[in-house]
């Protein structure tokens, strides 16, 4: 891999830490030649450090190392992303990344839409909720609900309505979102067991 180490004039590139499994970023550093072969060598992630003037592995204080899964180069071939997993905290501050946030999956709206869902779990005396008074009716319910929109995704198929199939569809996953929740699991639950069978 080409990189261009010399195009900033100080010799280094910007290096951008992201987790393998999340996708989430976890720090920014800046990596020389020699930071760069010493993450290959040891598989743990180098950098070098601009206040210390010298190469500087992640966690050789801490514990908390990088452990290399991959490096990719960008298009002007001036800055790295390098992929990682984690061993606890990224940031010295002890927080998962240095933006101060939880280094968790996220499925971006379904997640947002998986936290409201958890809400209405847990203050079921909403009454103008109609996520809420499901939980209260219990799972056998849940559970008949996911049953209808599961045959009712299943009609829609057959026919040639996109529209229909698309909100019957939605009307399924919404639904067994809820019954996850009233089982006590999550998608990450379901993900982990995908992951297991691939």
Known sequence: ???????????????????????????????????????????????????????????????????????KNDCDKDTLLISVNPVGPTCHTGS?????????????????????????????????????SLFRKGINKVAQKVGEEAVEVVIEAKDDNEELFLNESADLLFHYLILLQAKGYTLNNIVEVLKSRS
């Open 1 to 71: 891999m080409k990189i261009d180490f010399n195009k900033n004039g100080d010799g280094l590139v910007p290096a951008i830490v992201q987790d393998a499994n999340t996708k989430n970023v976890l720090m920014l550093g800046y990596m020389n030649q020699e930071a760069y072969d010493k993450t290959l060598q040891t598989k743990n992630v180098t950098f070098y450090s601009r206040s210390k003037q010298r190469l500087w592995t992640k966690g050789e204080e801490s514990g908390n190392f990088l452990n290399l899964v991959d490096i």
């Open 96 to 132: 998962d990344t240095c933006w101060n946030e939880k280094n968790e999956q996220s499925f971006g709206f379904l997640s947002e839409l998986e936290n409201v869902i958890k809400n209405r779990k847990e203050n079921q005396n909403d009454e103008k909720s109609y996520v809420a």
